[in-house]
């Protein structure tokens, strides 16, 4: 059984744009070796927008050396970005960018969900590229909710999703530079359940909704997220109310880690770099 080394409490939410009202559970700036491959995570609402067809959300911006995956559980977010993708992303749905080498996007709520109004709750996780894919071209997986198979876990527990690697067999859609589980986890209230992980992997467990106790642990509340060991395999999740879930686990990518805002490269003349291309156009335009 894995050890729990941390709970890491939802800190005070903050508006990015002025569409997301996010918890940032962990980030690079202070946390790159011990959740690496993993950089950072915003866990956006739930909150609740009015029918005033406003639209919200952030402008362009760039990003290079990473991938932003983008989870949608509730309302509608559209995205366009330089390459000349876009599209929208509902509930269930997936976004997987590679930013790579230089990607422009912009992230707003759909004009559909802003006109109807609703629920918004998302999570926007940045995954770290080894060194050697940094400079990759950009591009992104547009992974709907039929594309992810959905496995029903023993003795009602709940169900779960394999985003990335996979689960009992059924692999999770996204291609991934590094190897990584990623999974979506609705557990019901009294559900239990136990998973073994790589013995070396990073792994956490994010309770987005409800109360989950993680290998034997107090109850974890909403917005926060359970650290474990990198050492032995089990993880065991014992859900006390009808919980959201998000299991994070992947191999570390034991590489010096240099971030600047929207840029995450490994050195700092890479990130003057990033600043210098941005300015002379090769992240191309929306
Ligand atoms: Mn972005």
Redesign the pocket.
């Known amino acids: 059984m894995k050890t729990l080394s941390g709970i890491i409490k939802a800190p005070t939410p903050h508006w990015v744009g002025n569409g997301f009202p996010v918890r940032s559970l962990f980030s690079y700036h202070d946390q790159a070796a011990r959740m690496s491959p993993f950089l950072l995570l915003d866990h956006a609402g739930p909150m609740r927008f009015p029918a005033d067809g406003m639209k919200r959300g952030?402008g362009e911006?760039p990003?290079r050396g990473f991938e932003?995956v983008t989870i949608v559980y509730q309302g509608e977010v559209e995205h366009r970005d330089s390459t000349g993708q876009g599209g929208v992303i509902g509930p269930g749905d997936v976004q997987w960018?590679t930013a790579g080498a230089g990607i422009l996007?912009e992230?707003f709520h759909s004009s559909a969900f802003s006109r109807s109004g609703g629920d918004l709750q998302m999570v926007?996780l940045w995954v770290n590229l080894p060194r050697q894919d940094k400079m990759t071209r950009p591009g992104y997986q547009a992974i709907t909710s039929a594309d992810i198979p959905e496995v029903v876990l023993d003795n009602n527990a709940g169900t779960l999703r394999p985003i990335a690697g996979s689960f009992d067999g059924q692999p999770g859609p996204a291609n991934t530079f590094s190897p990584m589980q990623i999974w979506d986890l609705k557990l019901n209230a009294g559900g239990q359940a136990r998973f073994d992980l790589p013995e070396g992997w990073t792994t956490a467990v994010v309770i987005l909704e409800g109360e989950v106790s993680v290998n034997g642990s107090d109850p974890v509340g909403d917005g926060n997220m359970a650290l474990l060991s990198r050492r032995d395999t089990g993880v065991r999740l014992q859900a006390a109310q009808n919980s959201l879930v998000l299991l994070l686990s992947g191999e570390p990518i034991n590489e010096p880690v240099v971030g600047h805002g929207?840029f995450v490269m490994n050195t700092r003349q890479e990130i003057l770099q990033a600043f210098e291309d941005l300015q002379r156009g090769t992240f191309g335009s929306l």
């Open positions: 952030v911006h990003h932003t960018m996007h992230e926007q929207p």
